[in-house]
């Protein structure tokens, strides 16, 4: 229900189209999974997975994951929106240092303490780095003629600037 409603963005008919659709699709059984697919969403561990390879600057792995996304169905806006998350999710736990498990209720207990090991290796400056490429990117991926390439070449700069001192 939390993956349509953040899809749904405030959009109650949306909302309620997803979830007619997701009904039809899973014959009366929704699950993550199913809506997962559905959305095109990426699966978090492998975002967490994609945010690791972007912070050590590993681009080779970066893009191979890149790629394996959007051949599994995951939209590249969505999936580097998801990046955006996850970078705010790691802001907050650098700035809290002990946060609460309200920060982030939907994760399950190894993803957050996944989350938690790659923001306590990042300072403020460099998350801060992080957020503004990836908001100008998604910028571009959305007037983009090939948002997979432009999604792309966000990675590619994320990888890069993982290499530069703190502002």
Known sequence: ISMI????????RDGLSMLDQAIALGNGSIG???????????DRAKLLDLTQHVIKGDCEAALSMMADLYLSG?????LLQ???????LLSKFQAIKSPSATVEPNMTVQ?????????????????GRIWQILLKG?????YAGNPQAAAEMVIIR??????????
Do not use: F, K, W
């Not at 994320?158 to 502002?167: E, G, N, R, S, T």
């Open 111 to 127: 993803e957050r303490e996944r989350a938690l090991n790659l923001a306590q290796g990042l300072t403020i400056p460099a998350l």
């Open 138 to 142: 998604i910028s571009e991926v959305q």
């Open 5 to 12: 409603a953040r899809a749904a963005d405030g959009s109650v």
């Open 158 to 167: 994320l990888c890069y600037a993982a290499h530069l001192p703190d502002p």
């Open 74 to 78: 995951v939209d590249p806006l969505t």
């Open 82 to 88: 998801d990046l955006l998350d996850i970078t705010h």
């Open 32 to 42: 993550p999974d199913l809506v997962q697919n559905m959305l095109g969403l990426a």
